[in-house]
């Protein structure tokens, strides 16, 4: 089964940013919007932010107004910009298909990327 894949991650001081990239192929043509979530220390996975397949996105009242999502359709790939980090945003980020085809409905996690903010 094709699993999501996060990347883009590394080590930005507080203040900085970063853009994570999440590539599911399919996405685009089956429809699905892409959940992103994050995690600490093997702790439960933390819903982020979503975006649906019509472009509107929602966030976490923790990243709202710092991190936005946008869709490359031609590439499936789903971006994360993240600024003003804070060292409270160090984690895993996952990214997870959301759609009521059944294409979208993906039960394991795929690859994430760690994001460290620290000076």
């Known amino acids: 089964r094709v699993l999501p894949v996060a990347s883009g991650g590394g080590l930005v001081q507080p203040g900085g940013s970063l853009k994570l990239s999440c590539t599911f192929p399919?996405?685009?043509?089956?429809?699905?919007?892409m959940n992103w979530y994050r995690q600490v220390g093997g702790k439960q996975h933390d819903w982020v932010s979503f975006l649906s397949t019509g472009g509107t996105s929602t966030y976490a009242d923790s990243v709202k107004g710092r991190f936005t999502l946008s869709r490359d359709a031609v590439e499936d790939t789903v971006y994360l910009q993240m600024d003003s980090l804070k060292p409270e945003d160090t984690a895993m980020y996952f990214c997870?298909?959301?759609?009521?085809?059944?294409?979208?409905?993906?039960?394991?996690w795929g690859q994430g990327t760690q994001v460290t903010v620290s000076s």
């Open positions: 399919g996405s685009t043509s089956n429809r699905c919007g």
């Open positions: 997870k298909p959301y759609g009521t085809n059944s294409a979208c409905l993906v039960v394991d």
